[in-house]
């Protein structure tokens, strides 16, 4: 168990919705990161929160958008979903701000748009 | 531009064999941070390894090792033995901070299949 958890775990959905992805990272890690893995794309670096603000950003849709609260959990919001948004999205945690420690994921959420 | 070059899709090997998967990585700056990650078929990522670009020894940790070599910017996984447990998916990650902030990123992964 990394100590990492997300919810839902599985989400299934229609075209045009919007989902709402939550993640509480480890106990007294600062850094949060989405990743969204599909399978022709990869791991994709999505954004990255350190202590509520953000700090990196990467292929990340207009249509999606995320946030990191007082209490450190993050939610990743998908709109007008996509059949292409199908995919598993990863959370994961770090203590430090930058990407130079390892970082523990969740299990992810599998989301499919139908 | 960083980037990680993991170029075996696929490997299968027999129990008891000794696999290598292989890890390239480009990055021009000199201070970075190599990772592996494991991915069973429950889906969830598991780490394995971190190594920062000022050390070069490789590791040995039971059945896994690595070895890093700067000259050829290779950061390579060697499984001994192998074991039907060891069947996943194997992610190789890096972290510089040329584009202004550290982040993670990762290979294509190598998925690996031991048969019993």
């Known amino acids: 168990d990394s100590g990492v958890t997300q919810t839902p775990k599985h989400l299934i959905t229609a075209t045009g919705q919007r989902v709402t992805l939550r993640c509480s990272p480890r106990?007294?890690?600062?850094?949060v990161y989405w990743y969204q893995q599909s399978l022709d794309q990869g791991l994709q670096f999505l954004i990255q929160?350190?202590?509520?603000?953000?700090?990196a950003k990467g292929n990340i849709l207009e249509r999606f958008s995320a946030q990191q609260f007082p209490d450190l959990h993050s939610e990743l919001n998908l709109s007008s979903l996509e059949l292409g948004d199908s995919a598993l999205y990863f959370c994961?945690?770090?203590?430090?701000?930058?990407?130079?420690?390892?970082?523990?994921f969740g299990q992810g959420t599998r989301l499919t748009v139908v | 531009a960083q980037k990680v070059t993991q170029a075996q899709t696929e490997i299968s090997v027999v129990e008891k064999e000794d696999v290598t998967l292989d890890c390239v990585y480009e990055?021009?700056?000199?201070?970075?941070?190599l990772f592996w990650y494991k991915q069973p078929p429950s889906g969830e990522l598991v780490f394995l390894i971190r190594?920062?670009?000022?050390?070069?020894q490789n590791e040995i940790s039971g059945r896994y090792s690595w070895n890093f070599q700067k000259s050829t910017s290779s950061f390579n996984f060697t499984i001994t033995a192998s074991q039907v447990v060891d069947s996943a998916v194997y992610f190789c990650?890096?972290?510089?901070?040329?584009?202004?902030?550290?982040?993670?990123?990762f290979g294509t992964g190598t998925r690996l299949k031991v048969l019993a």
């Open positions: 994961a945690s770090s203590p430090s701000q930058g990407a130079v420690t390892e970082a523990f």
């Open positions: 106990s007294g890690d600062l850094s």
């Open positions: 929160y350190y202590n509520g603000e953000e700090r």
């Open positions: 990055t021009r700056d000199t201070t970075y941070y």
């Open positions: 190594r920062n670009s000022f050390d070069e």
């Open positions: 990650a890096l972290s510089e901070g040329t584009s202004g902030t550290y982040k993670y990123i």
